[in-house]
């Protein structure tokens, strides 16, 4: 398939996902935040650099391509896991095995948890699956992602977990009913407590079923069905929690966008939600090298004022010179925004002057004209001197613009630190 071929296809810029075909056989199928510029990073030029020999490969093989729109990044994620295990396409199956994959399990008791298992855990216990776990659903290839879908879901329908030990079975032992920690902060319906019954609970966990189906529009029904019969019998507070759950599910764009009010994480000001209601997302990049020598680069991420460490991430420079602060930045952010299955953060922040930020504009503006970028000019003794490039809109950030350009540093600078002295033994 070829790029001239993308300019007969008029593709939106939405959630949703991506099929390439090789006739009628499907060969791969991923999913994206938006449609139109995922698929686009398909034909650039630094296809090979970015991705591998195996997706040009894919592409060159492939003779057609459609799409299939979604309401939400939540619902692409749930119907990518839903289509790869019923198409099996050769290019998602063999590129990692399966068996490496995050499924969601729900378990088979009064009131079930609701956790996360890998493939090759589900093989080893394959002729207990049926007492064990209630309901499978995945495999799920990302699991950042997935891990992005599940806090959402958790906000919005809180289950129990693991640590969670029900009320009963605490009585049982001669115990008092003690809160688990995620009572504490809403992410437990009180299983732990006795505050929720069996049936409220059961609802619950349809809800949440449906939902990794793929059926949105059912748990919304439900919801809007539930919120009215709550209304006609004046329990209007009742009715108001069931209404903000609707809320979460028809106006999500984003998988990060409801957080717990900034008790995850180390707290920044970043907490002021983006104009469409979703979170705010800022991304920072440094690099950090000896002389040339070994040089890595790094991601840090705030989602709404809270450092995500689990979606860092570390760049292994390849093609840049040894030395080339700006042409490793350059080869960084190429290949970040190749993983268009990322979401897109609202703001980039990065190391340097001039050269750096046109080097940055250069690559990112080109795929996504709608993030801003920030660069933290220092002074000859490294220190944040003042903010250039799309400082109007972050002025009253600054403090923690400087503050995530830091942590950037810090981080850059302790892998790298680790890595010379893997190297030194």
């Not at 995922?38 to 991705?51: A, G, P, Q, W």
């Not at 309401?71 to 068996?99: C, F, M, T």
């Not at 570390?314 to 030395?323: D, H, L, M, P, Q």
């Not at 302790?414 to 893997?422: E, L, Q």
């Amino acid at each position: 398939m070829k790029v001239e071929s993308l300019k007969k296809l008029n593709l939106p810029d939405c959630p949703g996902i991506y099929f390439f075909k090789r006739g009628k056989s499907v060969l791969y199928i991923g999913r994206a935040t938006s449609l139109r510029d995922r698929v686009r990073s398909y034909f650039l030029t630094n296809l090979i650099d970015t991705r591998g020999f195996r997706i040009v490969d894919m592409v060159a093989k492939s003779s057609s391509l459609s799409v299939e729109k979604t309401g939400s990044v939540l619902e692409a994620i749930i119907r990518e896991a839903i289509l790869i295990k019923r198409h099996q396409p050769a290019y998602n199956v063999d590129e990692k095995d399966d068996k490496t994959f995050n499924n969601v399990v729900i378990t088979n008791e009064k009131y079930p948890q609701i956790f996360t298992v890998r493939g090759r855990e589900l093989s080893l216990i394959n002729s207990k699956l049926n007492d064990k776990y209630k309901y499978i659903f995945g495999p799920f290839p990302n699991a950042g992602a997935l891990q992005g879908a599940l806090k959402f879901i958790r906000q919005v329908f809180p289950y129990r977990d693991p640590k969670c030990v029900p009320c009963e079975i605490q009585k049982k032992k001669g115990r008092d009913c003690r809160p688990c920690f995620n009572r504490h902060i809403g992410l437990c319906p009180g299983v732990c407590t006795g505050e929720i019954s069996k049936e409220d609970y059961a609802q619950t966990i349809r809800n949440i079923k449906n939902l990794f189906e793929g059926k949105m529009e059912r748990v919304v029904k439900d919801l809007e069905v539930e919120m009215n019969n709550l209304a006609a019998k004046e329990l209007f507070e009742m009715a108001a929690d069931v209404k903000k759950k609707l809320f979460a599910l028809t106006h999500i764009r984003d998988v990060a966008m409801i957080k717990a009010n900034g008790k995850y994480g180390q707290n920044l000001s970043f907490s002021t939600p983006t104009k469409d209601g979703t979170s705010f997302r800022v991304e920072a990049y440094d690099v950090a090298h000896f002389s040339g020598k070994n040089a890595r680069g790094v991601m840090v991420v705030s989602v709404d004022g809270n450092f995500e460490k689990g979606e860092y991430r570390v760049f292994k420079i390849k093609t840049a010179v040894e030395g080339d602060d700006v042409g490793s930045l350059r080869e960084i952010l190429t290949r970040r925004m190749a993983h268009a299955e990322w979401i897109y953060p609202d703001l980039m922040v990065i190391d340097g002057g001039t050269l750096q930020l046109n080097a940055a504009v250069s690559v990112v503006k080109k795929l996504a004209p709608k993030i801003k970028i920030v660069s933290v000019v220092k002074d000859e003794r490294h220190r944040a001197k003042e903010l250039a490039g799309d400082v109007n809109d972050f002025k009253h950030l600054k403090n923690s613009i400087i503050s995530i350009n830091a942590e950037a540093h810090r981080f850059a600078v302790n892998r790298f630190r680790k890595i010379s002295r893997r190297n030194f033994v």
